[in-house]
C-alpha cells in the first residue's frame, strides 16, 4: 500500500515557474514507477512525466517536454515536478501516480498502469 501527498500548486503567471512535491509513504518506494498527470476541466487525465525506480530513465509528454523535468528522492519518499515556462494551458489538477509494473514507453502514459493516486494539486496559470 502506497500513500501519495501532492503540494506544491497555485497561481502563476505565463512564463513563471513551480515546482510540485509527492510525498509517499510506505518501505518499498524504491520499487515503484511513478509517474505525473493533469486533469483539466471537461478533459480526460492526461500523462505529463514519468520516471523509472532509479530514476535513471524520465519520459514526458510532448506538450511538456524542456519546460517540465521530473526526479526522485528514494532516501526522502519524494518525487518532483519542476515546470518552468508555464502557459495558460498547463492549468489542471495535477495528480502524483505509482505503479507496481515496469512500465515502458507506450504503457507510461496510460493511467490504468497506475495503481495508486494522490489527492492532486491545482495548479493554475494566468495569461
Known amino acids: 500500500q502506497v500513500q501519495l501527498v501532492e503540494s506544491g500548486g497555485g497561481l502563476v503567471q505565463a512564463g513563471g515557474s513551480l515546482r510540485l512535491s509527492c510525498a509517499a509513504s510506505?518501505?518499498?518506494?524504491?520499487?515503484?514507477?511513478m509517474g505525473w498527470f493533469r486533469q483539466a476541466p471537461g478533459k480526460e487525465r492526461e500523462f505529463v512525466a514519468a520516471?523509472?525506480?532509479?530514476?535513471?530513465?524520465?519520459y514526458y509528454a510532448d506538450s511538456v517536454k524542456g519546460r517540465f523535468t521530473i526526479s526522485r528522492d528514494n532516501a526522502k519518499n519524494m518525487v518532483y515536478l519542476q515546470m518552468n515556462s508555464l502557459k495558460p494551458e498547463d492549468t489542471a489538477v495535477y495528480y502524483c501516480?505509482?505503479?507496481?509494473?515496469?512500465?515502458?514507453?507506450?504503457?507510461?502514459?496510460?493511467?490504468?498502469?497506475?495503481?495508486?493516486w494522490g489527492q492532486g494539486t491545482q495548479v493554475t496559470v494566468s495569461s
Open positions: 510506505g518501505r518499498t518506494f524504491s520499487s515503484y514507477f
Open positions: 520516471v523509472s525506480w532509479s530514476g535513471s530513465s524520465t
Open positions: 501516480a505509482a505503479s507496481g509494473a515496469n512500465l515502458h514507453t507506450i504503457l507510461v502514459v496510460k493511467p490504468l498502469k497506475y495503481d495508486y
